[in-house]
């Protein structure tokens, strides 16, 4: 391995060279995905490939991301809280579970900050609603 490599173009680069060949159309998904595990360098996340392209769920540490308590932002046609945002930020994994949600059409993997480890949708669920409700936890003990 080359020492100049971050870990998040190590582990971008792995995730790349597991899904690449599943990935038939909108491979510049890819491009997206490099970008924001470079941007999030300390977030977990869990990366869908498909034939049609790639998700990618961050589990962000850094919650400053989301808007402050109580404030409403513009938000794709209108406006929405840290809440939305945070439930929006995560929904692709149960869409894609519960549209031909056949662990055989997907390619699940989950960046557990250390290493790349292959799911399925069962567990990409389970990791989605521990964050969620982690985030939601920390926001209800705000003072």
């Known amino acids: ?3 100049t490599l ?5 582990i971008f680069e792995q995730l790349h060279a597991k899904t690449k060949n599943f990935v038939k159309h909108y491979a510049t998904d890819f491009q997206h995905d490099k970008k924001s ?15 049609t392209g790639t998700s990618l769920s961050l589990f962000r540490t850094d919650l400053t991301h989301f808007p402050k308590k109580d404030e409403m932002v513009p ?11 945070l439930k929006d930020s995560v929904f692709e994994i149960e869409y894609y579970s519960q549209n031909n949600g056949n662990d055989e059409l997907y390619k699940i993997h ?3 900050g250390k290493k790349l480890i292959k799911i399925d949708f069962k ?3 389970q990791l989605k609603n521990e964050y969620v409700n982690n985030v939601l ?5 705000e003072k």
Not at 75 to 85: Q, S, V
Not at 137 to 141: D, H, S, T, V, Y
Request: charged fraction near 25%.
């Open 75 to 85: 938000y794709l046609f209108g406006t929405a809280g840290r809440e939305r945002i």
């Open 110 to 112: 989950y960046f557990d």
């Open 37 to 51: 595990i470079e941007e999030n360098p300390k977030a977990r996340f869990v990366h869908i490939a498909r034939s």
């Open 123 to 125: 567990k990409a669920i």
């Open 6 to 10: 971050t870990i998040q173009e190590t």
């Open 1 to 3: 391995m080359n020492s």
């Open 137 to 141: 936890q920390i926001w209800e003990n």
